[in-house]
């Protein structure tokens, strides 16, 4: 029986940011509708435990403007909308949501506060190198230089290296479908 890794979220008025925190996933698969439908499949961890998603987004999706990018941590993908508008909430059925389903708050904006927020971060980023991320800092690199640990090299820093190296080459599936 598969999993369902957290998922975060935000929107704008013209986009949704999805993520998909699923460290070293496995043979990620992508696949987005213009209908909104997504899902997601990936193995993880050190049993390849299987993961699945299958969410049914408020409303359509413009599938050849939306990027999706793998991560050492996360699949990260902006949603473009199809039609510009606020969503009451991400998925269309009504009720309750998901568990594994959660607001991202470092990325939320509230629909009147849209206009008056400067520029996100993650709105000026060019993805056409959709497995180049390292501009997100979001694999966790780029700590150097804040203290502790000392000049101390451990026995498994080689096997770290390679480890990060293989993770790094590694590509999504991505599939996409026309109406």
């Known amino acids: 029986m598969s ?6 979220w935000a929107q ?3 986009k949704i940011y999805l993520t998909v925190e699923l460290p070293d996933a496995k043979n990620p698969k992508v696949k987005v509708e213009p209908e909104g439908k997504f899902t997601f499949s990936a193995t993880a961890g050190p049993d390849n435990t299987s993961y699945d998603l299958d969410l049914q987004l408020f409303d359509k ?6 990027k999706i990018s793998v991560g050492l941590r996360n699949v990260f993908c902006i949603l473009i909308k199809a039609e510009k508008k606020w969503w009451k909430r ?15 708050w470092d990325k939320w904006v509230d629909e009147d506060e849209e206009n008056e927020v400067p520029s996100n971060k993650f709105d000026n980023f060019d993805l056409g190198s959709m497995n180049d991320f390292s501009d997100f800092n979001m694999g966790g690199g780029g700590m150097e230089g804040l203290g502790g640990g000392g000049d101390e090299s451990d026995s498994d820093d080689e096997d770290a ?8 080459e590694s590509k999504v599936d991505v599939e996409e479908q026309k109406a």
């Not at 999706?61 to 939306?66: F, G, K, L, Y």
């Open 3 to 8: 999993r369902h890794p957290e998922v975060k």
């Open 12 to 14: 704008r008025s013209d």
């Open 61 to 66: 999706i413009n599938v050849e403007e939306s």
């Open 90 to 104: 991400l998925l269309l059925a009504d009720g309750k949501q998901p568990p594994f389903l959660k607001a991202d």
């Open 161 to 168: 290296e390679i480890s990060t190296k293989e993770n790094t």
